[in-house]
């Protein structure tokens, strides 16, 4: 026998053993149209798998109390975030009520003594008022604010309404001129003398809540040397302002807005200066601006809700295979 009749030879024998291992129904060729079962080896063992995990961790008590707590606590959070919700809707409504009301110019007297004391704040939240005063740029409280992820500060000054004339006793109200960028914070880096005449101002009344949350670390420095702020203290920044009518002017602020847009939650334009800010500032809230609830406006609190949820679910869900197993 030649090379070539043995090389042709082992050939075929390899080509018959290879054949014999296939699969019947293949060789008789009915397997070329049909499909294996969704049980088949592979699926089989990932199948075994997943239920031996789950046996493994519905044995372990530990597990399963965790697993029911994540499920219980995100359910708990995703209510509490509704309640929010629907608090901060009808924070919304109210404020927008009130700031549909007429413009209301306070007099020389109620300068002095707002008609928000003695109890009636909350009538005069966000209500449109119109003040004429003298703004003390000397004393004014810085209170840190981020805006579009920009830092800054609200500008908060002392509007004296009313002095002696020595200028030794004064009298008036805290006026919130709205936000500056970090790089005007010092006097002297301002391109501008501010301008401390008589002047006349519009805004709302409102305690400046959301900049009110005070962290373990923060602390206001109420001091003529120091004048440093981390947060609105209405008691504090009274004092502060060594007017005559503290009691008075620890009842609100009068925040400057710009309210000539429509009343709009939903518009993303929340102070009146653009990208490029060319405006002069400090830049004033807009009515959506007046109308934000940080933390809790409805967008927001929606998709918080429906990501504890979520979790919720399939954590439950989790748990009870992970014991039926």
Not at 84 to 110: C, D, H, M, T, V
Request: charged share 25%.
């Amino acid at each position: 026998m030649c090379i070539r009749d043995r090389v042709s030879t082992q050939s075929t024998w390899g080509i018959r053993a290879m054949w014999k291992l296939l699969p019947v129904s293949f060789r008789k060729g009915k397997a070329k149209t049909q499909r294996e079962p969704l049980g088949s080896l592979f699926g089989t063992i990932e199948v075994e798998r997943l239920r031996a995990n789950l046996r493994r961790l519905g044995s372990s008590p530990r597990a399963l109390i965790f697993l029911v707590g994540v499920s219980g606590v995100s359910a708990l959070l995703a209510a509490l975030d509704t309640g929010r919700g629907a608090n901060a809707k009808k924070e919304i409504i109210f404020r927008k009520e009130q700031l549909s009301k007429p413009l209301y110019e306070l007099s020389q007297e109620e300068s002095v003594h707002p008609p928000w004391t003695d109890g009636r704040i909350n009538e005069w939240l966000f209500r449109r008022v119109r003040i004429t005063g003298r703004p003390d740029h000397s004393q004014a409280m810085l209170v840190p604010r981020w805006v579009n992820g920009y830092f800054g500060y609200d500008y908060i000054v002392p509007l004296i309404t009313r002095e002696t004339e020595d200028g030794s006793k004064t009298w008036g109200l805290l006026l919130n001129k709205g936000w500056i960028p970090h790089e005007y914070e010092h006097p002297g880096s301002r391109y501008r003398i501010e301008d401390s005449s008589p002047q006349t101002f519009e805004g709302y009344v409102t305690r400046n809540e959301d900049l009110s949350r005070q962290s373990a670390f923060d602390g206001n420095s109420p001091t003529k040397g120091r004048n440093r702020w981390t947060h609105v203290d209405l008691h504090d920044m009274a004092r502060f302002t060594g007017f005559q009518n503290q009691e008075a002017v620890a009842h609100g602020i009068i925040e400057c807005a710009d309210l000539q847009y429509p009343l709009n939650e939903n518009d993303v334009k929340h102070y009146e200066f653009d990208v490029s800010m060319r405006q002069t500032y400090p830049y004033r809230k807009t009515s959506a601006g007046a109308l934000q609830v940080p933390g809790a406006m409805p967008g927001d609190i929606s998709s918080r809700v429906k990501g504890y949820l979520s979790l919720s679910i399939a954590t439950g869900l989790l748990g009870l295979a992970a014991k039926i197993a």
